[in-house]
Each structure stands twice: as C-alpha cells, then as structure tokens.
C-alpha cells in the first residue's frame, strides 16, 4: 500500500483552535509567539481512503505550524526547515510521498526548493485543485444560469502556480477573460506570452475592484492574507469560485449580497471510509474544517498519488503542465474521488438557497437594466 503525508498549517487565528484547542480565547501575540516557537509534529492518521477497485491509502497530516502570514513574513530558511522537518516526520511513520498544504506549497518557489531537500518526492497539489476549481467554476456558473459563451471572466491570481493555469483552461469556454494580480510587470509579461494562444480576448489589470465590477465569473486563487473582494463590488448575479486559502472573498458578501453565488471550489469527496484521528489525542477525530470523508482537492492530489503509487513530484513550481492536470483528473476520477457538493463561507449551500440566489439575482438583475 502506498503511503502519504500532507503538510498542514493553520490559516487563520481562530483556526489555530482546531490543532491546539488550548488555543482557543488566547491572545493573539500570545498564539504567535507560542506557533512561532513551536516545531513540526504528526496531527492526524488518516485511515480508510479506498478506490473502487480495492486500492488502498493511508498517511499523516503533518502540521507545521505557522499562520500564512509568518509564512510569508519569517526568514526563508526557517519556514523552510519547518515544512521540510513536518515532511521528515511524515515519512518516518512511512510515507512515500508528500503533498504541501495552502501556504507551505505557496512559500518561496512553490515547493521547488522544499523538494530537493526533502527525503521523498514532494506535490503541491496543484495540478488537482485546478481541475477541480475549473471544474467548480463552470458547475457555479449552470447552476447560476451563467452562460459561460456570453460571460467575462475574470482570474485573480491569475499570475500563480494555479491562477495562470485557470487562465488557459477557462479561456476556452469564455467570451472575454480578465487577469488580475498586484505585481504589474510580471502580469504584462505573463500576459504577452499567452495572449496569442488564448481563443477568446483577454486583458489585464492590478485594479481589482474595477476588474470585479466587470466579472460574470470570477475564480480566485491569491496569496493574499487579506480578504480582497468586497460585496459592494461584484456584479447583480456574479459567480464567484475560490480557490484561495485562507478565503479572498469578504465574509460580508453572505450578508449583504444575496444575489451573488460564493463556492469553494477545491473540495473533493474522498473514496472509502476515510477516518482522520488526532495523534495526541487517541481516539478523537481531527477537523479538518470540512465536511466528513471531504477533503481538499491538493490533498486529494496527493492521495491519489499514493494510491497509483506514484512517488514522483508530480506538480512543483508556478508553470503548471495542462497534460499534468488533465492526467491527475483522470487518475482522481478513477481512484473515486469526485467533487464535493458545494460549499460557501464554510457551510453547505442547499438546493434551496440555489434558488432563492438565482430568484435574487434576476431581481437585482431586472433593477440594474
Ligand atoms: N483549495 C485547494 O485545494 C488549494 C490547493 C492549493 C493551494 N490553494 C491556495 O491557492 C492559492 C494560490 O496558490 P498558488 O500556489 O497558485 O500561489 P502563487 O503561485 O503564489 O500565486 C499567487 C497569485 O496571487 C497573486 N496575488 C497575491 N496577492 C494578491 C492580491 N492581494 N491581489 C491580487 N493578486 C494577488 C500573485 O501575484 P502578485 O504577487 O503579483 O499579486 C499570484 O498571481 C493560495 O491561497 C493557496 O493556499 C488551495
């Protein structure tokens, strides 16, 4: 049987809870300096995963324990050591091949360097989420009755491992694709280079509230730890697909604008009876923060490499081969994973309220014209 471990990080201050439940009402320079200070360790055995065909998985989340922000803001070397040691511990307890988790496979180049100095083969998980992002984007659209051939799309992020990756998959099916990222150069450079190849019109902009209020579908896959997308900006009837996490689009969008669909588009359904348990704890399950047997579509990458007992660093770096995610869909889909019903601001998103966003956004709609 193939083994995995998935390096995981807490994204938020009132995630940290979820690992450490000591946590929980602390301060927040409290928790800092405490996760700052504190090393890599096992969190979860993860039992269970099972393909139709009777293969079998298990692994380790393995927890390196830093918010996003320490990611990005400690030295290089440090938040290196940290991840390649959460990897180390992984595959003492067996793993043959590693998956990089939110942050850990953003920081630096994108699991390049992590990779060569981990023992194991080591995947962000990227080539996954962006077949299922894809994937959750144009499902959001039908269920909005978003038709895509009449729809500007617009990709934050879109200069990313995942966002530049978006950007050619949804060009295909769009009639004109905005791109938007902060860095301007690297946008304009990105842009030139695929612009020709591209079968629908495209532009770019850092201006992102402007590109929103152009946006029929929008995908979001950032590094920002900041939400950046604001209700007051989006279109009457907007989908938004998110890949980013932690979350881009403002919690005040479930408030204030009934008339738009928020999904969160990197979540798979995992094949089996997947157990995930607390390894300090024995006996009690860890929360993953999604629904049961759910996971997120880079570890459901890495999952479905350890069934194929694929150990290869299958996805590194920020230029994602397309046949690498058409090829992971496929094995995914055959290892039983499939996407996840769908879920928005952390909770699930009934038939019901489908129907009461789509009655809210043609009003809204009818009001604007
Ligand atoms: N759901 C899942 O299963 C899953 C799996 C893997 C990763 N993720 C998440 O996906 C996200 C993207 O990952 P990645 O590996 O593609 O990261 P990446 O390669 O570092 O790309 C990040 C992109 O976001 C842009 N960006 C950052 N801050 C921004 C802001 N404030 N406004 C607009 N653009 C901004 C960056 O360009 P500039 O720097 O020029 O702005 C770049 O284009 C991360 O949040 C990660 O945690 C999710």
């Known amino acids: 049987m193939g083994k995995f471990c998935f390096v995981i990080h807490p994204l938020s201050f009132e995630d940290v809870a979820r ?16 996760l700052e200070w504190m090393p890599s360790y096992a969190a979860a055995h993860v039992t269970g995963v099972r393909a139709p065909d009777g293969r079998e998985t298990e692994g380790w989340f393995v ?26 511990i992984g595959a003492q ?55 895509p051939a009449t729809a500007t799309a617009v990709v934050i992020g879109a200069t990313g491992s995942i966002g ?38 495209s532009s770019y902009t850092t201006a992102l509230s402007a590109a929103v209020r152009r946006g029929d579908m929008i995908l979001t896959a950032t590094s920002s730890t900041q939400e950046i997308v604001e209700p007051g900006d989006l279109k009457a009837g907007a989908v938004v697909c998110e890949l980013s996490l932690p979350h881009d689009v403002s919690r005040r969008v479930a408030l204030e604008r ?9 979540n798979m359904r995992v094949p089996g009876e997947p157990r995930i348990m607390r390894v300090r704890e024995p006996g009690r399950e860890f929360d993953l923060g999604l629904p049961p047997g759910t996971a997120l579509a880079c570890m ?3 999952m ?40 928005a601001f952390d909770l699930a998103i009934t038939p019901e309220q489908l129907a009461k966003t789509r009655a809210a956004a043609a009003a809204r709609r009818a009001v604007a014209s």
């Open 63 to 88: 927890a390196a324990p830093l918010l996003p922000q320490q990611m990005l803001d400690l030295p290089r070397e440090e938040v290196y050591a940290r991840i390649v040691r959460a990897i180390e």
């Open 93 to 147: 307890l067996g793993a043959q091949i590693a998956g990089l988790g939110a942050f850990s496979g953003v920081v630096g180049d994108g699991g390049v360097t992590i990779s060569q100095r981990a023992s194991i083969p080591v995947t962000t998980g990227n080539s996954l989420t962006i077949a299922a992002g894809v994937e959750s984007f144009f499902r959001g659209a039908a269920e909005m009755g978003v038709d």
């Open 19 to 34: 690992y450490e439940p000591g946590a929980a009402g602390k301060g927040r320079p409290i928790v800092s300096k405490i």
């Open 164 to 201: 530049a990756a978006c950007v050619r998959m949804i060009a295909l099916r769009v009639r004109e694709i905005v791109l938007v990222a902060r860095n301007e150069t690297r946008l304009r450079k990105f842009h030139e280079t695929i612009a020709d190849e591209l079968p629908c019109p």
């Open 304 to 343: 479905t490499l350890a069934l194929e007992e694929r150990f290869e660093s299958y996805t590194l770096g920020r230029g994602i081969d397309l046949e690498r995610v058409l090829e992971i869909e496929r094995l995914a889909k055959r290892a039983g994973f499939e996407l996840a019903d769908l879920r």
């Open 258 to 266: 009934p008339d738009v669909l928020v999904l969160e588009g990197g």
């Open 300 to 302: 459901s990458e890495t």
